[in-house]
T-cell receptor
Framework: NAGVTQTPKFQVLKTGQSMTLQCAQDMNHNSMYWYRQDPGMGLRLIYYSASEGTTDKGEVPNGYNVSRLNKREFSLRLESAAPSQTSVYFC????????????FGPGTRLTVT | GDSVTQMEGPVTLSEEAFLTINCTYTATGYPSLFWYVQYPGEGLQLLLKATKADDKGSNKGFEATYRKETTSFHLEKGSVQVSDSAVYFCALSEYNFNKFYFGSGTKLNVKP
């Protein structure tokens, strides 16, 4: 049982490049989330998907897009990377409406130069 | 809007010392409150939670009580171990758990 997996683990981009961060969960969870973690700021919600087929903005959605490809997978895309998007990105999942616990992936460390 | 404020770290303690990490919150409704722990190089893990006022969450010797009158959810442990060294995050979520708000995290270092 792998839980929540994220790829890649590390990535370096140049300003203006694009990339997609992948996330998958094998727990049959309904809800999935993307966060970014910056020093001194904790985790901030970028986008979430309450259920398959739906996505909504979080606190800091600008510069990002997401796709809930199916129930298992939730990807985060940076169309034109900026140095301000240098961060550690975490994906998380949650079982459903009656469950409050989120399960987190190991994170992707992204550096934009 | 909703927000969480935690005490700044790092907090450095000797093994077997008493731990308190302060957390206060602002919320429009009646949130559930959480403590998550992040070990080096890993994602966050739920440590404990409380869903209503006066509830006490507990796990692995850690405790926190949901205090509505002081809008607080302070984390405590009576005797810390070196293995408790990690970053601790306080968080809240409103009724449908679609959005979570995290504090900035408090790094705990426990020395033998």
């Amino acid at each position: 049982n792998a839980g929540v997996t994220q790829t890649p683990k590390f990535q370096v981009l140049k300003t203006g490049q694009s990339m997609t961060l992948q996330c998958a969960q094998d727990m049959n969870h309904n809800s999935m989330y993307w966060y970014r973690q910056d020093p001194g700021m904790g985790l901030r919600l970028i986008y979430y998907s309450a259920s398959e087929g739906t996505t909504d903005k979080g606190e800091v959605p600008n510069g990002y897009n997401v796709s809930r490809l199916n129930k298992r997978e939730f990807s985060l895309r940076l169309e034109s990377a900026a140095p301000s998007q240098t961060s550690v990105y975490f994906c998380a999942s949650r079982e459903g409406p009656l469950s409050s616990e989120q399960y987190f992936g190991p994170g992707t460390r992204l550096t934009v130069t | 809007g909703d927000s969480v404020t935690q005490m700044e770290g790092p907090v450095t303690l000797s093994e077997e010392a008493f731990l308190t990490i302060n957390c206060t919150y602002t919320a429009t409704g009646y949130p559930s409150l959480f403590w998550y722990v992040q070990y080096p190089g890993e994602g966050l893990q739920l440590l404990l939670k409380a869903t209503k006022a006066d509830d006490k969450g507990s796990n692995k010797g850690f405790e926190a009580t949901y205090r509505k009158e002081t809008t607080s959810f302070h984390l405590e442990k009576g005797s810390v171990q070196v293995s408790d060294s990690a970053v601790y995050f306080c968080a809240l979520s409103e009724y449908n758990f679609n959005k979570f708000y995290f504090g900035s995290g408090t790094k705990l270092n426990v020395k033998p």
